[in-house]
Nanobody
Framework: QVRLVESGGGSVQAGGSLRLSCAAS????????LAWFRQPPGKEREFVAL????????FYADSVKGRFTVSRNNPENMMYLQMNSLKAEDTAVYYC???????????????WGQGTQVTVSS
């Protein structure tokens, strides 16, 4: 059982930046795909970004492309989401997730963190 813990959420004004972190309880395997999802208030969980553990191109939702950057630090079992030029519509609970499929759908992921709140005020 892999445990994931997110941190770095908070409140920020529109145009600001935040960096989310996700710590994994064990060293990822080469098959892992690391992803970020979010759930805005009153809406369903939606895909944000993903990256393979062993490298390669990241993949982003159109709504965050050019503003968010996903990365990982393999030796430290960490994943990050750098969020710039934040907008009010980025307000959501953000979750990190781990799976073995290169997919942007939530059900493809096996392990989830507890989520961290990001609030962007306009």
């Amino acid at each position: 059982q892999v445990r994931l813990v997110e941190s770095g959420g908070g409140s920020v004004q529109a145009g600001g930046s935040l960096r989310l972190s996700c710590a994994a309880s064990e060293r990822p395997t080469s098959k892992w795909v690391l992803a970020w999802f979010r759930q805005p208030p009153g809406k369903e969980r939606e895909f944000v970004a993903l990256i393979r553990y062993h490298g390669g191109s990241a993949f982003y939702a159109d709504s965050v492309k050019g503003r968010f950057t996903v990365s990982r630090n393999n030796p430290e079992n960490m994943m990050y989401l750098q969020m710039n030029s934040l907008k009010a519509e980025d307000t959501a609970v953000y979750y990190c997730a781990v799976g073995t499929q290169y997919e942007s759908i939530a059900r493809a992921y096996d392990y989830w963190g507890q989520g961290t709140q990001v609030t962007v005020s306009s």
